[in-house]
């Protein structure tokens, strides 16, 4: 088996368990945005009803929007759902659409390595510290933990966008090149 081979194997192996980690992503997202309106409720209806309000729910709320701003991205890259700006990229030719898919992905990957870093220096910032939250008095590095996670899913999937947009990218210069070779 040549060195291509053995890549897409791993790759199609790894794939799999990242599938697997962003569908898991996905659904705890989900839990979470089915949560906060439950949540939210509840502080309105003790507030104004039994004149009682529950000062943690709005820092779970928080923690909430956290989880399902950063859970689900990796899955939304992965079904190619996620908030594109493409004004000018539209116009391109399929070729350098590919080009500036690959450079964005790379971008992303540095940014999410960098929020994996700095993630994981809070985590052990927080975690030595001692730090609790001030409503619920539990320790903060669990809910730190979500940025740095995440991120890493979210880079594996930018890198998985990468490995398929340059095989796309080889494939479409050696049709191009053809084509133009039979022309």
Same mark, same amino acid.
């Given at each position: 088996m040549d060195r291509r081979g053995i890549m897409r194997k791993f790759l199609r192996l790894g794939g799999n368990s990242l599938e697997m980690l962003?569908? /898991?992503g996905r659904?705890?997202?989900?839990?979470a945005f089915?949560?906060?309106?439950?949540?939210?409720?509840?502080?309105?209806?003790?507030r104004y009803l039994f004149r009682?309000?529950?000062?943690?729910? &709005?820092? &779970?709320?928080?923690y909430l929007l956290l989880v399902c701003g950063l859970m689900g991205a990796a899955y939304l890259l992965e079904v190619d759902r996620h908030i594109t &700006?493409?004004?000018?990229?539209?116009?391109?030719?399929s070729h350098w659409?590919?080009?500036?898919?690959?450079v964005n992905s790379i971008a992303g990957v540095l940014l999410c390595a960098v929020l994996v870093w700095k993630g994981w220096e809070a985590i052990i910032h927080v975690y030595r510290n001692g730090f609790h939250s001030?409503?619920?008095?539990?320790?903060?590095?669990?809910?730190?933990?979500?940025?740095?996670? /995440?991120?890493?899913?979210?880079?594996?999937?930018?890198?998985?966008?990468?490995?398929?947009?340059?095989?796309?990218?080889?494939?479409s210069h050696f049709e191009e090149a053809e084509s133009t070779a039979n022309k």
């Open positions: 962003s569908s /898991a659904y705890l997202a989900l839990a089915l949560a906060l309106p439950v949540f939210i409720f509840a502080e309105v209806v003790s009682f309000p529950l000062a943690f729910v &709005i820092e &779970i709320s928080e &700006i493409d004004l000018v990229v539209s116009h391109l030719p659409r590919r080009v500036c898919s690959i001030m409503g619920l008095g539990v320790p903060l590095f669990p809910f730190y933990s979500v940025i740095p996670l /995440a991120s890493l899913i979210l880079g594996l999937q930018f890198v998985v966008r990468i490995w398929k947009g340059s095989q796309k990218l080889d494939s």
